[in-house]
């Protein structure tokens, strides 16, 4: 079987504060309303209505799963939807009772009738679903789809699902992987670095111009992502939106570094640590609050790749724009891994595959962008992932804060210690890649669903929310 993922396909530009649980929903709703307006009916659509099940029916409201939903099917996609115009159009949408259906047509919508949060009801084909059926003036259902968001934005009908798996179907990219072991094996024999076999592979969808200027462009969006976290104002956002009210704390830190001069750094260099903290931090309120981030590979912990790349770019003297793109690239390699073999999904397998793939992704890229060896790369990526083996999804009030922000900015040091201590090995240990990630998704499956994203267990039951 050959790799049909592109790192375009893992990174994708959207909005907060969850990528399975908005991003998905919104690209679900969209597909659904895009159908319903291309199907020739004898009777015309009228009325839709909505369910999620599982994990998005327990954390939905948290998630922000139904405004998510109610803008898909007005035809927004998460990239380009005005983030700051969601607020006045889901209030617009109540109060008239109606929508344009895929930004066509008005229907008949009521968003507290018409989308059902199916809290303890669940569909079998995965913790993810959603069901939307649209109706005609008589009451009769007109199409009904099923979707499953499966982490990371990824969104799958019933049909893709459970579509056979084809290996002689799947695309053949240059340089073809399916496990760290292959890749480990491409890079020796090929003499390449993890970054070139996946710019070679890239190669296959995109020109190298095009490669080069899309990642570059997410790159501008992280950058972008940190500056609108770090320049809130104090007095009229001072908090994230929820009942928890949990204070902004990125433009607090970004006034006192700034304050303190490069000059601070040099006298305390453990400094550094609080800059990245920032820059994740920053990413991470953006996301709870519904910003604009870039999906790495999931938004809940969309925060580590760009704090470690900003850390790259800010620390590093070597640092370049081609180290920008070896390092998205090299992070998309072990990213691609992850899903192939385990999941990104917290509905699936817990915070260990997006805060622990997140964390794996950093730490590898920036293990090559220092001059590491693929063996170090690989070395790297295990030790970030090794340790968030087990760690639970745990959102406390369904909102993608406690513990989701802080986590991001610790797993951002934690890449960066990974990243530092490969380096100073040869690449030879015990653990391999594959065995981690094989680990990560074997406890994932044994792994009780209260920790997986359903706000049933851990702290989320054990602290108080308001």
Known sequence: ?????????????????????????????????????????????????????????????????????????????????????????????AARGALLLGGRREIRFYPEHDIVLHRRRTLPGHPNAMTFTGYDDVGTPVLQKTYYSIGGGFVLD???????????????????????AELLDVCASEGLRVSDVMLA??????????????????????????????????VTEAELPGALRVPRRAPAIYRTLTQAGETATASDPMQVLDWVNLFALAVNEENA???????APTNGAAGIVPAVLHYYVRFVPSADEDGIVRFL??????????????????????????????????????????????????????IGIEH?????????????QIPCIERNAIASVKAINA?????????????????????????????????????????AVNVVEC
């Not at 009916?41 to 954390?59: D, I, M, N, P, Y």
């Not at 072990?334 to 817990?350: H, P, Q």
């Not at 040869?426 to 994203?453: C, N, P």
Request: hydrophobic share 35%; glycine share 12%.
């Open 1 to 93: 079987m050959s790799v049909t993922l592109s790192a375009f396909d893992l990174y994708s530009v959207g909005i907060g504060p969850s990528s399975s649980h908005t991003v998905g929903p919104m690209r679900a709703a969209k597909r659904f309303a895009d159908d319903l307006n291309d199907i020739d009916t004898r009777h015309r659509v009228v009325q839709v209505r909505a369910e999620l099940f599982g994990s998005l029916g327990a954390t939905g409201r948290g998630h922000g799963s139904a405004t998510a939903v109610l803008l898909g099917l007005e035809g927004e996609d998460p990239a380009t939807v005005d983030t700051d115009s969601v607020d006045r159009r889901v209030a617009a949408t």
């Open 158 to 180: 019933d049909a893709e699902l459970n579509a056979p798996s084809d290996p002689h179907a799947a695309i053949q990219v240059r340089y073809p992987f399916t496990t760290g």
């Open 201 to 234: 592979n890239e190669y296959t969808w995109r020109s190298e111009a095009e490669v080069r200027s899309g990642l570059l462009e997410l790159w501008h969006t992280m950058e972008s992502c940190v500056e609108a976290g770090c320049g809130r104002d104090p």
């Open 289 to 295: 609050s519904g910003g604009r981030i870039v999906t």
């Open 329 to 382: 690239l090299t992070a998309a390699a072990i990213g691609i891994l992850v899903k192939m073999n385990a999941s990104i999904s917290g509905a699936e397998v817990g915070c260990q595959g997006e805060v622990g793939s997140a964390c794996a992704m950093a730490a590898a890229a920036l293990c090559e962008v220092l001059g590491g060896s693929p063996a170090q790369v690989e070395n790297a990526a295990e």
């Open 388 to 400: 968030h083996l087990g760690l639970t999804c745990d959102p406390i009030g369904g909102l993608v």
């Open 419 to 459: 990243a530092r201590l490969a380096s100073h090995g040869d690449g030879s240990h015990k653990v391999s890649l594959d065995d981690a990630i094989k680990t990560m998704r074997d406890t994932g499956r044994d792994m009780h669903s209260k920790y997986k994203e359903t706000s049933r267990g851990g702290l």
